[in-house]
């Protein structure tokens, strides 16, 4: 599980749950899709502002910023 460091990947926001599968279980998807969204770097935005009140729920810090970071398509991109 990762604390407090920033969250800067799919992979990052999943490991603040204890497994793939209770985050699934937590926003109601199958866990396979976890995998495939973890392997995109992408989760569809009509997921995000369920994935932000469990992370609330859970006192995870997790914003919605940090959902937007993930998804910026020019992360990664020389300036």
Do not use: Y
Not at 7 to 31: G, H, K, M, Q, Y
Not at 58 to 67: C, E, K, R, T
Request: glycine share 2%.
């Amino acid at each position: 599980m990762i604390t407090m460091e920033r969250i800067s990947t799919v992979r990052d926001l999943v490991a603040l749950w204890p497994s793939r599968l209770d985050f699934a279980v937590e926003i109601n998807v199958p866990v396979d899709r976890v995998h495939k969204w973890i392997t995109s770097d992408s989760i569809p935005a009509k997921h995000h502002q369920t994935i932000l009140d469990c992370a609330e729920g859970h006192s995870l810090p997790v914003s919605a910023s940090d959902l937007v970071a993930i998804h910026d398509q020019r992360k990664g991109r020389a300036a």
